[in-house]
Structures are given as C-alpha cells and as structure tokens.
C-alpha cells in the first residue's frame, strides 16, 4: 500500500527557513517523479516543485531560487529545503509520488506558516 508522509512544518518569521520531509513506501521510490505541491485557503492547490526519477528538477517562477528540491533513494524520502521564507508561502504542503507510467499518490499535508 502506498503511504506517504510528510512531516517538517511549522511556524517561521519571514525571510527565515524550513526543511519538510516526505517519507515513502509501498512502492519503487527510485522509479517515481516526486513533487511538493500548496494549497493556501481558499485557493487551488498549486505545484511547487518536482524532481525526476533521474533527478531533473523543475520549479514554480515563485520558488525558483530561495527552494530546492532533493530526495534521497536510499531513504526513500524527497525534500524540499525553503529559504527566505515569505507570508505568501504560507500553505499546507502536500507530497506526490507519480508512476512512470500514469497515476498519482498523495500525502495529508503539513502545515507552513510564515508570520511574524
């Protein structure tokens, strides 16, 4: 049974950073195309950012350059490292697994916050 388990959220000022984690299993995690999506209230969710089962990368304009997605093979888990931070970053962050060949598995989400 696929799981996925996001986790590292919480409550940071601006300009500060925060690492999540998304933990995987029941699947081949080294396969998949992993990817961090947001979902702010009342807003759509929105895709941040993804890294291939050959470690391209891609990134939402807004992202690009204070994040960086990764993931470790080995531990089966894909990170997302957010560096200056901004209010409008706030969001509940969701984890995606996507097959090489169609379909989508999602985590529950974990919580940002960005205030002072």
């Known amino acids: 049974q696929v799981q996925l388990v996001e986790s590292g959220g919480g409550l940071v000022q601006p300009g500060g950073s925060l690492r999540l984690s998304c933990a995987a299993s029941?699947?081949?995690?080294?396969?998949?195309?992993m990817a961090w999506y947001r979902q702010a209230p009342g807003k759509e969710r929105e895709w941040v950012a993804h890294?291939?089962?050959?470690?391209?990368?891609n990134y939402v304009d807004s992202v690009r350059g204070r994040h960086t997605i990764s993931r470790d093979n080995v531990k089966n888990t894909v990170y997302l490292q957010m560096n200056s931070l901004k209010p409008e970053d706030t969001a509940v962050y969701y984890c995606?697994?996507?097959?090489?060949?169609?379909?989508?598995?999602w985590g529950q989400g974990t919580q940002v916050t960005v205030s002072s």
């Open positions: 995606k697994a996507e097959g090489p060949f169609g379909g989508a598995s």
């Open positions: 029941g699947f081949t995690f080294s396969r998949y195309t």
């Open positions: 890294i291939s089962s050959s470690g391209r990368t």
